[in-house]
């Protein structure tokens, strides 16, 4: 694959740009205390991914990741998001998200996570050359941060919110720092992705039918007894 001075000038300043939105976006989901507007924060993280996706094909010329931007703008911001809109009213879950700390902790924590994360990712952007290798600590502090909103918040939905999340971080790394990756492994973490939401909304009903409530501090009861 081959990138013009051209693709150079303009295309990774952009690629960029939408790393930061990504991992800004991140922040936003941490920091986001109604379900509502997280599940909104996730669509959008879902048209970064494909504008990222779609970037890269353009500079690369690889003409597959154009139908892989395709796929994730139907899948990650509308398909998915769709869905939780419906499983949001169909369980009749309303109100705020709980969460085990309050934002301003939260944020502190995640920014620790994000220095983290670039210390982590310095020793591996330091063996290789290609020009975005920046994107590595990126994507790597947005994994995390989605990672600590899965497991400072108690409502099922919200989780699974932080666990999609991850996969956003995991996709924007393989498609953005390699400049692509082949596209049967793309179909497969698609797949992968798809095939966990469908678990886990049979699992929100599971829940939602045995304790009326989507709150799982409820499993932490029935282990006590």
Known sequence: MIITAQGLAWGIPLLKLLA?????????MLAQRRLLTLIHLLAWQGVVLA????L?????GQTE??????LTLGLKAILIPTVLHRLLRRLQVHGDVEAVLNIPLTLLAGIALVIFAFSLAAPITALTDTVT?????IALAAVLLAFLMMITRRKAISQVV?????DNGLFFAATSATLGMPMIVELGVALDALI??????????????????????NLEHIREE
């Not at 890269?56 to 690369?60: C, F, K, N, P, S």
């Open 20 to 28: 930061a939105l990504l991992l800004l976006l991140a922040f936003a």
């Open 162 to 166: 932080g666990f999609l999340a991850i």
């Open 133 to 137: 290798r920046g994107m590595v600590g």
């Open 51 to 54: 504008a990222g996706t779609a």
């Open 65 to 70: 990741l154009w139908f892989s931007a395709a």
């Open 196 to 217: 966990g939401f469908v678990i886990l909304g049979v699992f929100f009903f599971q829940i939602r039918e045995t304790f009326d409530s989507m709150d799982l501090q």
């Open 56 to 60: 890269v094909a353009l500079l690369t």
